[in-house]
């Protein structure tokens, strides 16, 4: 089955102690994504990557960092989670058209993170 | 100014009633539309997805645009229960997409 898997599905940590969200799609998708879904805010791109070793950021990736060392996985790192990356996050994944066109979205089932 | 502007409801119908759902955006370059429904505690997932103006069918979903109002639009036609969940509307431009708030449906049966 395609999918995007995301690993926990829930965490509780508290203030700043690294942790790890891994990402991992079975559909050779060079385009993969970090979203964060927040009430009212919607989803808020934190960093994406076209492909392997290739990374930038999205509109909030503050106190974030990520790595694309496979083409199948994407691990989102809090080096030192605060209170305010408590979030609903997803990863997400996509083919990429010759003409620059995003394909659509396939989305992992989400990660509820909070950070006490 | 938000890229993607989008009434997040709550929106309440009975069922078999058609669903209206809009989203304005705020740019004119190139770009591509997309509508995506998100059940309670899973991923989004694409429903619709276009790169022109007018109007694009799939079942009971149509996704209208509007470029010269920079406006979006989805409806459901002949609404189900099933059909209750967040949808959100999404605009990109190169690799990117920006997203809606999404716009939260109850469908009563």
């Known amino acids: 089955e395609a999918q995007v898997t995301q690993n926990p599905r829930y965490l509780i940590t508290v203030t700043g102690k690294k942790l790890t969200v891994t990402c991992s799609q079975n559909m050779n998708h060079e385009y993969m994504s970090w979203y964060r879904q927040d009430p009212g805010l919607g989803l808020r791109q934190i960093y994406y990557s076209m492909n392997v070793e290739v990374t930038d950021k999205g509109d909030v990736p503050e106190g974030y960092k990520v790595s694309r060392k496979e083409k199948r996985n994407f691990p989102l790192i809090l080096e030192s989670p605060s209170p305010n990356q408590t979030s609903l996050y997803f990863c997400?994944?996509?083919?990429?058209?010759?003409?620059?066109?995003?394909?659509?979205?396939?989305f992992g089932s989400g990660t509820r993170l909070t950070v006490v | 100014q938000k890229e993607v502007e989008q009434d997040p409801g709550p929106l309440s119908v009975p069922e078999g009633a058609i669903v209206s759902l809009n989203c304005t955006y705020s740019?004119?370059?190139?770009?591509?539309f997309m509508w995506y429904r998100q059940y309670s505690r899973k991923g989004p997932e694409l429903l619709m997805y276009t790169y022109s103006s007018g109007n694009k069918e799939d079942g009971r979903f149509t996704a209208q645009v509007d470029k010269s109002s920079k406006y979006i639009s989805l409806f459901i036609r002949d609404s189900q229960p099933s059909d209750s969940a967040t949808y959100l509307c999404?605009?990109?431009?190169?690799?990117?997409?920006?997203f809606g708030a999404g716009t939260t449906v109850t469908v009563r049966a």
């Open positions: 999404a605009r990109g431009y190169d690799y990117k997409l920006s």
């Open positions: 740019n004119s370059a190139f770009q591509y």
């Open positions: 997400a994944s996509s083919r990429i058209l010759a003409t620059d066109l995003h394909y659509g979205y396939t």
